[in-house]
């Protein structure tokens, strides 16, 4: 068992300002800050030279580093997860259990997202000529997304891309599903032959593994920094002008991100675990800061995968293999986010959709919170797709951007939440995990 996955901190590592803290701290730093910049010299050509070439390119070096390290912990992680079940029927209940509790929790989320939006509405109570003004603004940019959703391959072709023809292109490529497919074929691999007759590779994935892991301990020391990087920009940038003027609509996304998160994980910990609700918050809140913070899965994983162990005692097993494939194929937050907006969207240009064109739309949601990348605005591309199949301006999503980074952390520390919910629920009730 890789020392970097499950040692405990030491009294003096306890005593000191834990590190969720730490982030929060940095997170107040910078909200604080860039709202004081945004209000007492917002527009100056300072403050864009800051945010360009200070504070930007930190958050980004730090996203970098975690991203050039998530790709070896996923693929290691995932191997040994499967090597470790033992047998192929374990294999089958553990990934039978995962997918289904998935698919239920993602179909719940875009219910729940279709249900708020309309009792809220929040469409009809956006000023047009505002909404002119965001969508002019934003013009570049929703082109760029409606341009790159065009340019995405067919359904049956990236059903066939799932599966790589070339491991280390995909890699190249930074395609994380075709990487997790390998990386489970691998894990498979060896469940089949024997551990006994492949001891000496699966020593050398778990020796990367606790590398990796030791790797990433160093990079998120950096977290607080970048975060207070991350927040100074989008304050300084748009103040809290933009977010007044798009209030309901962001209303509406946080109101249903919260049911999901307080009612529905609570109640699917409580009643398939039997964990409590608040002991479960309790051991998440480190990788929940971390999610908000990088507005992206993958970059919390190895975050995620920390807390199952050590917070919530989860069998190691279970946890690789779950986090490792949710922090792509279960995205309750991205769900909710496409179904309002595109809801949202619609009514406000005034388009009407039966109940038919509802069920798709809820479908396609449920299909692009498995599927889109565990990055950071992964689901703008989605929307933009779905906006022109049901007769809205595909650059419509434009309305949307300047709050989207925001709503991009909200709806992120879900997604990382629900890993972990799933990962309870598929673990079992304590008397019932295996050791």
């Not at 160093?218 to 209030?247: Q, S």
């Not at 929940?288 to 807390?307: I, Y």
């Amino acid at each position: 068992m890789p020392e970097a996955a499950t040692r405990t901190d030491t009294p003096a590592e306890r005593g000191r300002f834990p590190l969720h803290l730490q982030m929060l701290a940095g997170f107040a730093i910078g909200l604080a800050s860039g709202l004081a910049v945004n209000l007492l010299a917002g527009g100056a050509p300072w403050v864009d030279t800051v945010t360009t070439y200070v504070t930007g390119p930190i958050g980004q070096v730090f996203l970098r580093l975690l991203f050039m390290l998530v790709l070896p912990l996923l693929f290691a992680a995932l191997v040994t997860g499967v090597a470790e079940m033992g047998d192929l029927a374990a294999l089958k209940r553990v990934g039978a259990r995962t997918l289904g509790y998935t698919f239920l929790l993602s179909g719940i989320s875009v219910v729940l997202g279709l249900v708020v939006v309309h009792l809220i509405r929040p469409g009809e109570g956006v000023d047009p000529a505002q909404a002119r003004a965001l969508l002019q603004q934003a013009s570049g940019g929703a082109a760029a997304i409606v341009a790159q959703g065009r340019e995405s391959p067919g359904a049956l072709d990236q059903i066939l891309a799932i599966v790589p023809s070339n491991v280390v292109k995909a890699a190249a490529d930074n395609d994380i599903l075709a990487v997790m497919v390998f990386a489970l074929a691998i894990g498979i691999g060896v469940v089949v032959t024997g551990k006994d007759k492949v001891q000496p590779f699966l020593d050398a994935v778990d020796g990367l593994l606790e590398v990796t892991m030791t790797l990433i301990g160093l990079v998120i020391r950096l977290a607080p920094i970048a975060v207070a990087c991350f927040m100074f920009n989008l304050t300084a940038a748009f103040g809290v002008d933009i977010l007044v003027r798009l209030g309901w609509y962001m209303a509406t996304v946080l109101g249903a991100l919260l049911v999901q998160l307080l009612v529905v994980y609570s109640a699917a910990v409580w009643f398939v675990a039997g964990r409590s609700p608040l002991a479960f918050f309790r051991g998440v809140q480190e990788a929940m800061v971390m999610a908000f913070s990088t507005a992206s899965s993958n970059a919390t994983l190895p975050t995620s995968l920390r807390v199952a162990e050590q917070q919530l005692k989860l069998p190691r097993k279970v946890s690789r293999f779950v986090l490792t494939i949710g922090a792509t194929a279960n995205q309750n937050g991205t769900a909710i986010f496409e179904g309002v907006t595109v809801l949202f969207l619609a009514q406000f240009f005034g388009v009407e959709l039966g109940w038919g064109q509802q069920a798709m739309v809820m479908f396609v949601c449920i299909l692009g919170g498995i599927g889109t990348a565990g990055v950071p605005a992964g689901s703008l591309p989605v929307i933009a797709l779905i906006l022109g199949t049901v007769g809205v301006p595909p650059a419509a999503i434009g309305l949307v951007l300047g709050v989207d980074r925001f709503l991009d952390m909200c709806r992120t520390m879900l997604n990382v939440t629900g890993d972990l919910a799933i990962a309870t629920m598929v673990a079992g009730r304590p008397a019932d995990q295996p050791g």
